[in-house]
């Protein structure tokens, strides 16, 4: 973000890797995909957010500079909720944990590949909900009873949103578990252990990896879908719907 001072990376860093949005803007170029990150801010309504005003015009620049837009987590949710309103809703606690989701859609391209259920990271303090996501005429991919919607597309935007994590590495919710006991130390909030996560919820033990062939299959899927799908003339991008299907 343009007027957005990073406070976990090294100014340097984002100088060498990173371009401004408005310089982007400005330079008029198209992208065949972009990933919309989620950010540890989902306690806050999506208007308090310092740098939401710029953020919704990101949201609105995708519509006609990239051909598809993958809303990971918080920015899955922010995406939804610019684009159909839909409500994002603080939990009493933390989803945290490894949750056993449902396929929804077994034809999509987007899930090619894909068991009848599967386990995903969740950590998360919000939830959308299935029956407000589906009123606004998305299809949920992959659902899960505990934890709620996880895979939601919008064709519509060209976006598939995600709320969950399946790019996590193996160590990562232990990681946060760490993190948060470290923090309890000083607040003296009871911190939950993740769900389903260690082996027989001991946490001396080393998780075991759940997820990553579908994790593999999902990025994967939706970038086979943006190399068959993609206008061979970039510049086309964004100027009719009929580009992001086949036929």
């Not at 803007?25 to 065949?32: L, N, R, T, V």
């Not at 068991?115 to 606004?136: F, G, H, L, N, Q």
Request: glycine content about 6%; proline content about 5%; charged content about 25%.
């Amino acid at each position: 973000m343009t007027e957005h001072e990073a406070k976990n990376t090294a100014a340097e860093h984002l100088e060498a890797f990173y371009r401004p949005f408005a310089e982007v803007e400005a330079s008029g170029e198209k992208f065949d995909g972009l990933i919309i990150t989620g950010a540890p801010i989902e306690h806050l309504e999506f208007q308090d957010v310092t740098y939401w005003d710029e953020l919704t015009r990101v949201f609105d620049w995708t519509q006609t500079h990239v051909h598809s837009t993958f809303g990971v987590c918080w920015g899955g949710m922010a995406m939804i909720n610019h684009f159909h309103g839909v409500k994002k809703y603080l939990l009493g606690q933390k989803l945290f944990g490894c949750y056993r989701h449902v396929n929804l859609n077994r034809q999509s391209p987007y899930l090619r590949g894909f068991s009848d259920d599967m386990v995903m990271p969740v950590s998360r303090w919000t939830e959308m909900r299935k029956d407000e996501i589906e009123a606004a005429g998305l299809p949920i991919l992959l659902h899960s009873e505990e934890v709620g919607p996880a895979l939601v597309e919008d064709p519509a935007h060209r976006a598939i949103y995600i709320f969950n994590h399946l790019e996590y590495d193996s160590g990562t919710l232990n990681e946060e578990y760490q993190r948060d006991l470290k923090s309890n130390q000083v607040a003296g909030v009871e911190i939950q252990m993740p769900v389903n996560y260690f082996p027989d919820d001991d946490p001396t033990q080393p998780p075991q990896n759940r997820w990553r062939s579908h994790a593999h299959l999902l990025y994967g899927n939706w970038i086979s879908e943006i190399y068959l799908t993609t206008p061979y003339d970039m510049s086309q991008i964004g100027q009719s719907s009929t580009d992001w299907r086949r036929g």
